[in-house]
Structures are given as structure tokens and as C-alpha cells.
């Protein structure tokens, strides 16, 4: 999803932003337009994906639903008078393999904005990750010149080459770097330039993250997301190699004096958490997906075609009735709306020194732990402690730089950081933190 670039145009345009006191300023919309992808990436989620695609019935009645919602008015629903930013995301298997219906539903979605609403008409956005395999279509170009200045879009590359085509590939096992390369450049030429790139870390892939790293800044990207698989279970011994790769990330990011941010480094994070409310996913009770039958959930990834049979749907309406309707979806409602970090993790997390940035996902974690309130947290552990202590590397060893006096504090107890590093790499990296060395 591009939600993080769809809200920077949206602020460049209207200099407004949401903010805690009004949490229904902006919400995102996710329409699941077809299941069907034309990639076998290694570490998609979507283990069950079949040939569906959505009906234009119901993706008509997915806009109108959100319209109601706007009309009726009511005040603890997803939607209502207090939304004054939709953002339409659309999302598959591969999206663009249906991009005339999401033509459609945008031009159903405008109409019905200048009748009904004519704010959301000026301000909603497109939202949009694509593969890149099939942007030279005409179709595929035709959307995106006509939608240009309501579109934020990406091509989703994982890195240069070898690391790209480790992991996303085709299913006869050839990658599909080239395809995606050129569908990235023509955009960033004949549109504009994406002001960040996301790169998603797999065991497969990790062992490229630092040249990932410099591929990307010398493409001329200045924000650069990046994260592991949580679907992964890493051990401490792949901890070690995160440790080991961050470390020449680090070194690398030195030389450019903190001109590029990448999310692998972040100084607020790695310490004891103090909001023991606030849920890091938005999958809990905040976000909304249709899938093409029609049925919503709280986000996709509590699809059928993402649990895989594995536990059942979340299903908490459908575009025709609404949301949270049944005795059962608002006893789901109830479920999600209740979790907080406290509640939904055990003592080991809720004690952990380093929680700040630890990130989750809801569904994932329902996925493998059979309820909601409960995390699944082997995805995380151990390469959230790797990254601790490459934070401490890299934010002591560039305010030394800078000729800052900041420390970056280790909170990570020695028991653990010793299954990632060395004895003697554990003391070269205190003596960093308290200033001995440079």
C-alpha cells in the first residue's frame, strides 16, 4: 500500500493533517479487485489465491456503501460527516491485471462525490503497489496518465537484480526484475519521482540488503522503508547475519551523513515501551478491504485467500448491508476494538526493554495463534534485537560524526545481545554508546 505517499501529496495539496483528536480525518478504503497474480513471489502472504475477480455489482455497491455511511451520519461508524479524505486502494494478487475495472470504480467514485459530496471529489486519492509486469499495456497507461494527479503509485522492486529476482519471480522461476526496472523508471521519468521505495527483507534475499541499500540511493531515493517478513520465524543465528548486514548498511549510510533515511534506523525506537494502549497494526479496528464477493473485513490480509484455510475469515459485513451488523460481527467488533498492547501480549513482551517499534500484524498473528488477542511474536524477536544493537551503532557513530553529544542507549539486556554478537563486539559497541571511541 501507499498510503504513507498518497498522505504526503495529499498535505502538499492541502496543507492539513490527521491527527489523534480526529481519527476519522482520513480513512483508507481497500478493494481486493483479484485474486489472481501473475508472480509466484517466495514470501507472499496470499497463500490461497484462485481466479476471482470482482464483479462491477459489487464494486458499485462497495462506493455506495461508503456514501451511505457518509449520509447516515452516524458517529462511531468507519465513515462519516468528520471523513474528509478517502483514499480508494486497490490492491490483488496483481491489481493492473483488472486495471479497467479500477478505472471504472474511480469514475463511479467521482460522480458520486460531486453529487453527493462534492469535498471528497476534491481531495481523494488512489492508492496502488504494482509489479510492474504488465505497465506498458496500453490500458495500463491510459489509467495512469488520466488518474496522474490523484494517483500515488509504485512499482514494488525489493532491490537491484539478485535481490529482487531471489524472491519475486515468475512461476516457471524466472525473476522479474527487468520488467519491473523498466516500469519504474518510465514512471519515475514520464510522472514523477517516488519519494521513498520499500524494500521487503527475506532469509532468501538478506544476504543483498547492503547493496539493496546502495542500488537504491544511487537511483536518487531519499526515504527508503524497508522490513523483514513477519510470516518468517527467524532464530537468533539469522539474528546474527540481520546484525552483520545492518552493520554494512550502517557503515554505508555513514558516508552519506544522514542525508538518507531508511526506516531500518529509527531513534525512537529500541527502548521500553510507554504507551501500553496503542496497538502498532491497524488491522485491529481501523482499516476496512473488499473482496470481490463483496464481503469486508478488517483488512485484507484476514482474507480467505491470505489465512488459507488456516483459521476462518474475519468477515464483519458486506458492501449491500454495511458494516458490524450481525450478533456475530459486532461481537468481533467488540473483540478487536478491546485489544491494546497490554492485553495482547504476555509478560515477556510486556516486559521487553527494547518493545518502542516493535511491529506486528493483527491478522498474522490471529493466523498462528487461533484468537485476536494474543501476538504471535517469533516472526519478530529476533531480528528486532538485531536491529537494536545496529542502532546503536549507526546513531552513536553518526552523532559522533556530526559532533553531536546524543547518546543512543543500549536497552538490550547482555544474556541476548551475546546470541547475536560477540563478546567483543558487545563491549566495542558500549564503549561507542559512552564515547570512548569514535
Not at 539478485?162 to 514520464?190: V, W
Not at 531519499?222 to 539469522?238: G, K, L, S
Not at 458492501?319 to 468481533?332: A, R
Not at 556530526?402 to 559497541?429: C, H, M, N, W
Amino acid at each position: 500500500m501507499n498510503f504513507d505517499n498518497a498522505m504526503d501529496v495529499y498535505k502538499e495539496r492541502y496543507g492539513r493533517n490527521p491527527n489523534s483528536t480526529a481519527p476519522q480525518f482520513c480513512r483508507e478504503v481497500t478493494f481486493q479487485v483479484t485474486e489472481r497474480c501473475n508472480l509466484a513471489c517466495t514470501y507472499c502472504y496470499q497463500i490461497h489465491k484462485t481466479p476471482k475477480v470482482m464483479p462491477w455489482e459489487v464494486a458499485k455497491a462497495g462506493v455506495d456503501l461508503l456514501f451511505n455511511m457518509w449520509i447516515e451520519n452516524e458517529p462511531d461508524a468507519f465513515i462519516n460527516q468528520k471523513t474528509e479524505f478517502i483514499i480508494l486502494d486497490f490492491i490483488g494478487g496483481e491489481p493492473m491485471l483488472e486495471v479497467k475495472l479500477i478505472d471504472r470504480i474511480c469514475d463511479y467514485f467521482m460522480n458520486q462525490a460531486l453529487e453527493i459530496n462534492p469535498l471528497w471529489a476534491e481531495t481523494f486519492m488512489i492508492s496502488m503497489a504494482s509489479n510492474g509486469t504488465i505497465y506498458f499495456t496500453p490500458e495500463v497507461q491510459h489509467f495512469l496518465h488520466k488518474w496522474d494527479k490523484r494517483l500515488s503509485y509504485s512499482v514494488s522492486m525489493d532491490g537491484p537484480k539478485e535481490m529482487h529476482d531471489a524472491c519475486r519471480i515468475f512461476p516457471d522461476g524466472r525473476g522479474s526484475f527487468d520488467l519491473a526496472k523498466a516500469a519504474q523508471d518510465d514512471y519515475n521519468k514520464t510522472h514523477r519521482m517516488q519519494s521513498g521505495t520499500k524494500a521487503t527483507i527475506s532469509w532468501q534475499n538478506m544476504p543483498y540488503l547492503d547493496t539493496t541499500i546502495k542500488y537504491y540511493v544511487d537511483q536518487g531515493y531519499r526515504r527508503i522503508h524497508a522490513n523483514t517478513v513477519y510470516e518468517e520465524d527467524w532464530t537468533p543465528e539469522q539474528g546474527a547475519f540481520f546484525y552483520k548486514k545492518l552493520k554494512e548498511v550502517a557503515d554505508f549510510m555513514l558516508s552519506l551523513d544522514g542525508k538518507v533515511e531508511i526506516s531500518l534506523f529509527d531513534k525512537n525506537f529500541f527502548k521500553p515501551r510507554t504507551d501500553m494502549e496503542q496497538t502498532w497494526c491497524g488491522g485491529y479496528d481501523s482499516m476496512l478491504a473488499f473482496d470481490p464477493d463483496g464481503n469486508a473485513f478488517p483488512c485484507i490480509r484476514y482474507m480467505e485467500s491470505s489465512l488459507g484455510g488456516q483459521m476462518p475469515p474475519v468477515i464483519i459485513g458486506d458492501v449491500w448491508n454495511g458494516l458490524w451488523k450481525t450478533p456475530e460481527q459486532k461481537h468481533c467488533h467488540d473483540c478487536l476494538a478491546c485489544i491494546t498492547w497490554t492485553t495482547q501480549n504476555d509478560e515477556e513482551c510486556l516486559n521487553c526493554p527494547i518493545a518502542q517499534g516493535c511491529a506486528d500484524c493483527a491478522a498474522e498473528s490471529y493466523q498462528h495463534m487461533k484468537c485476536f488477542n494474543k501476538r504471535h511474536k517469533l516472526g519478530s524477536c529476533w531480528v528486532h534485537r538485531a536491529r537494536s544493537l545496529a542502532n546503536v551503532y549507526y546513531w552513536n557513530k553518526l552523532w559522533r560524526q556530526q559532533g553531536s553529544t546524543e547518546r543512543f542507549k543500549r536497552y538490550l539486556p547482555d544474556d541476548i545481545a551475546l546470541q547475536i554478537v560477540s563478546k567483543e563486539e558487545l563491549e566495542f559497541l558500549d564503549k561507542l554508546e559512552r564515547g570512548d571511541i569514535l
